[in-house]
């Protein structure tokens, strides 16, 4: 079947448990392993802290299998054991943090072939910030105010993280840098969730999803659908 789960950031908290519930839920429930790679938090060695946050997180939620993986950097995104792990998960979950680091981490390793190959037999994908923006086709690097190559798995959109507190702020300059693309808005603690087979995007959590397109602005709330690329 294969699921994205795009959330906007602030996870681990409040209603980000809507869609995150429902992510477990389309991995096969409280039994279904999830693994978190927190390679994004890495760069100012917040990793093993965001790891454990995750896993006391879905421990809250119900999951019975959830561990964090050593996945800090592309010599890691390498290591077979990590990447025969990923093969057999049904929850990958990217935390948030530096997008580029995460990116360049995962791009042409073992570690995102397994990701990829887990994605087309059925796994559910889900990034957070960092986490969901480097999924697309493209994404924002706040550092260097420069719009990167990400890994691909989403086409034709690109993720405004944290939407309802600073992501908004990004939006004037991509839709100049980016005019043929989606530029989708995602606030704290709420997700857009995508099954293979569907042609719809559904909401989860607490705010609201935003949609730029060309000329338009269109916001979708909890459990409303929207269809992505907008025509």
């Not at 299998?65 to 049904?90: F, G, Y």
């Not at 559910?124 to 890994?151: H, N, Q």
């Not at 300059?173 to 857009?192: H, M, S």
Request: with cysteine.
């Amino acid at each position: 079947m294969g699921v994205i789960v795009l959330e906007g950031g602030a996870e681990f908290g409040g209603q980000m448990k809507a869609p995150d519930q429902r992510a477990m839920a389309l991995a096969g429930g409280n039994d279904a392993s999830v693994r978190i790679i927190p390679a994004a938090a890495a760069p100012d060695n917040n990793h093993h802290r965001a790891g454990k946050n995750g896993v006391r997180w879905f421990k809250r939620l119900g999951a019975t299998n959830v561990a964090s993986l050593p996945l800090i950097d592309s010599t890691s995104a390498n290591d077979l054991s990590i990447v025969e792990t990923l093969t057999k998960t049904r929850l990958i979950y990217l935390l948030g943090g530096f997008p580029r680091h995460l990116c360049q981490t995962l791009n042409g390793t073992r570690c995102w072939q397994a990701i990829l190959n887990a994605y087309q037999a059925g796994a559910v994908i889900a990034g957070s910030s960092a986490g969901a923006m480097v999924l697309c086709d493209y994404y924002y690097d706040p550092k260097t105010s420069r719009v990167m190559d990400g890994l691909k798995l989403v086409n034709g959109i690109c993720i405004l993280p944290h939407h309802n507190t600073f992501g908004k702020d990004w939006a004037a300059r991509l839709r100049e840098k980016l005019p043929e693309l989606v530029l989708v808005g995602i606030d704290e603690e709420t997700g857009a969730i995508h099954v293979k087979s569907q042609k719809h995007w559904q909401v989860h959590g607490k705010g609201k999803i935003t949609l730029y397109y060309k000329n338009h602005i269109k916001q979708f709330g909890s459990k409303m659908k929207f269809i992505l690329p907008l025509q």
